[in-house]
């Protein structure tokens, strides 16, 4: 069963750092490109950051630019969001997702073909 798993939520205060970890059971994520997407309480779903397969193509939206990276170990199957300078804004369900179709990435959810349940982090002090 192809399965991935996200970890590493809960609570943050503004201003510290959490590293998010997408694990993938089932399949190698190798020649996968992954997503990273945030929803909000009441708001839609949107792109955080994307990875190629290989890795050499990232993205990042602009509102966590500088502040976010996205790796990759493939040999761990998995794939990190490292936040740091986390702002209560950041607070929501973050979910990764896989595609095999893509030659880049991207942050169109739509693209992707595996999502895992999503994790939950909080942003307060």
């Known amino acids: 069963q192809l399965q991935l798993v996200e970890s590493g939520g809960g609570l943050v205060q503004p201003g510290g750092s959490l590293r998010l970890s997408c694990a993938a059971s089932?399949?190698?994520?190798?020649?996968?490109?992954v997503g990273w997407f945030r929803q909000a309480p009441g708001k839609e779903r949107e792109g955080v950051s994307c990875?190629?397969?290989?890795?050499?193509?990232?993205n990042y939206a602009d509102s966590v630019k500088g502040r976010f990276t996205i790796s990759r170990d493939n040999a761990k199957n998995t794939v990190y969001l490292q936040m740091n300078s986390l702002q209560p804004e950041d607070t929501a369900v973050y979910y990764c997702?896989?595609?095999?179709?893509?030659?880049?990435?991207?942050?169109?959810?739509?693209?992707?073909?595996?999502w895992g349940r999503g994790t939950q982090f909080t942003v307060s002090s």
């Open positions: 990875i190629s397969s290989s890795g050499g193509n990232t």
């Open positions: 089932g399949f190698t994520l190798d020649y996968y490109a």
């Open positions: 997702a896989a595609s095999a179709s893509l030659l880049g990435c991207t942050g169109v959810a739509v693209k992707y073909d595996y």
